[in-house]
């Protein structure tokens, strides 16, 4: 959630909701033709085709995750934030030109992106197992916003650009070899978004929806294969938000 208005100094804003995250365009079709090569992947080797889908869903993450949130009013017009959505931890900072009802935030974040299960993977595409790559990640958004004089509606828009890099271990199990495939994954994913969202409520607590949309462009190697996939996401999430 990014509320363009910062806390006064003290104040602490707590958020728990759900957040998605859906592939579209280039992502969604490479992640479609991996597992419709599944029959040449059982052969025990990974195909190009099926290492751009395992490039997708690496560098894109689709899928649905729980969201909290912490932020924490620093005062000079600035707050400080940590979220945690699934598959990263994300700290920020960020300062706003503020008005009664308007306001301008610049801010700077730095993720940290967190291994995922091989289970929950699968739901993506069968024998991929991710649990061995973890990266890191940095964003800049910039959000223009407005509050209503009663503080009852928040309504927020505004831009993202970021980097992630991804590293370590990535598995295909597949029936016609017994021994999983183990490789190197070297992948980063470059991103522009768009981003609104909407909250309503009364003195402290407030019920907020976002939509992010973004183009990627991701990267890398994994098996020792090249692949760059280019596409969309959709990323909707919903949240309580408590204000002391």
Do not use: C
Not at 20 to 27: C, D, E, P, Q, R
Not at 150 to 165: K, L
Not at 199 to 217: S, T
């Amino acid at each position: 959630m990014h509320p363009a208005h910062v806390l006064s100094q003290g104040r602490t804003r707590f958020a728990a909701g759900a957040a998605a995250n859906f592939a579209a365009g280039g992502a969604s079709d490479a992640i479609n033709k991996a597992d419709a090569d599944r029959i040449t992947a059982n052969t025990g080797n990974p195909t190009p085709t099926y290492t751009a889908g395992a490039l997708a869903v690496a560098a894109f993450a689709p899928g649905v995750a729980p969201f909290v949130a912490g932020r924490v009013g620093l005062g000079y017009n600035a707050e400080g934030g940590f979220s945690y959505t699934g598959h990263a931890m994300r700290l920020d900072a960020r300062y706003a030109i503020e008005g009664e009802s308007i306001a301008l935030s610049v801010g700077v974040g730095g993720s940290a992106l967190l291994s995922r299960r091989g289970t929950l993977t699968n739901q993506q595409l069968g024998g991929l197992d991710l649990e061995g790559v973890s990266g890191w990640g940095a964003d800049l958004p910039v959000v223009f916003g407005w509050r209503s004089e009663d503080d009852i509606v928040w309504w927020w828009i505004g831009a993202r650009g970021g980097y992630e890099s991804l590293r370590g271990t990535i598995t295909l199990v597949v029936p016609a070899n017994p021994y999983p495939l183990n490789g190197d994954v070297d992948a980063h994913r470059v991103m522009v978004a768009g981003l609104t969202g909407l909250a309503v409520g009364f003195r402290h607590f407030h019920a907020g929806v976002e939509v992010q949309g973004g183009y990627h462009d991701a990267q890398g190697a994994l098996w020792g294969i090249d692949a760059e996939v280019k596409g969309f996401t959709l990323s909707p999430s919903a949240a309580l938000l408590g204000t002391f």
